[in-house]
């Protein structure tokens, strides 16, 4: 059983469209985060939820929005992508914050190319 | 703000042989846990092993080890008996655990070093 998954997997678009990248963990975690890994490898924290509440918010611009419509998902909503926005989404999910519960499982990744 | 250097970007090993990862960060908290994650060419991050800045004793997991060294920020990870299946890009990873704040549980990494095990 696949614990966190990611969908899709590849995405290919224009500049200036909207897509959303679907994340679903079935661990029973209560934080769930997006990261962004960018041409060079290098992996940045973008959100994280806690039972569906926003915790972090890392500077992202306003046009990444993520939506956790229960505490198995978290969504990423993209709006006008540009070229800068091609890299690595990872979704990946915690038990949850506080201390002993700490490990974080990720996707597989939903690799985007803005063309 | 917590800040990882991994130092090597490019790394190679024999088969069978041993390799070390160097890894040092930066933080003002007493208290983290650090972890080291995996990218094969599949590119899923895995996770390797994972270390209590409180337990003194070094993580081990079967061939994975580090050298845990908290007065010199330096968390380094040692791979025994090289195998084909080791090849990979290698992250270490900070994370707090002081409640609360904005960027409480998030992971920082390090630049990441790539590894190739020669046959």
């Known amino acids: 059983d696949t614990a966190v998954s990611q969908t899709p997997k590849y995405l290919v678009t224009q500049m200036g469209n909207d897509k959303s990248i679907k994340c679903e963990q079935n661990l029973g975690h209560d934080t769930m985060y997006w990261y962004k890994q960018d041409s060079k490898k290098f992996l940045k924290i973008m959100f994280s939820?806690?039972?569906?509440?926003?915790?972090i918010n890392e500077t992202v611009p306003n046009r990444f929005s993520p939506k956790s419509p229960d505490k198995a998902h978290l969504n990423l909503h993209i709006n006008s992508l540009e070229l800068g926005d091609s890299a690595v989404y990872f979704c990946?999910?915690?038990?949850?914050?506080?201390?002993?519960?700490?490990?974080?499982?990720f996707g597989p990744g939903t690799r985007l190319l803005v063309l | 703000a917590q800040t990882v250097t991994q130092s090597q970007p490019e790394m190679s090993v024999q088969e069978a042989e041993t390799v070390t990862l160097s890894c040092t960060y930066d933080?003002?908290?007493?208290?983290?846990?650090l972890f080291w994650y995996k990218q094969p060419p599949s590119r899923q991050m895995i996770l390797v092993i994972r270390?209590?800045?409180?337990?003194?004793q070094n993580a081990t997991e079967n061939r994975f080890s580090v050298n845990f060294q908290k007065a010199a920020k330096s968390f380094s990870l040692k791979i025994s008996d090289s195998q084909l299946g080791d090849a990979a890009m290698y992250f270490c990873a900070y994370r707090s655990i002081n409640a609360g704040g904005t960027s409480y549980g998030k992971l920082t990494f390090g630049q990441g070093t790539i590894l190739t095990v020669h046959p």
């Open positions: 933080t003002s908290e007493s208290d983290y846990y």
């Open positions: 939820y806690n039972n569906k509440e926003l915790i």
């Open positions: 270390q209590e800045a409180y337990k003194q």
């Open positions: 990946a999910s915690s038990q949850n914050l506080q201390g002993g519960q700490e490990t974080q499982y």
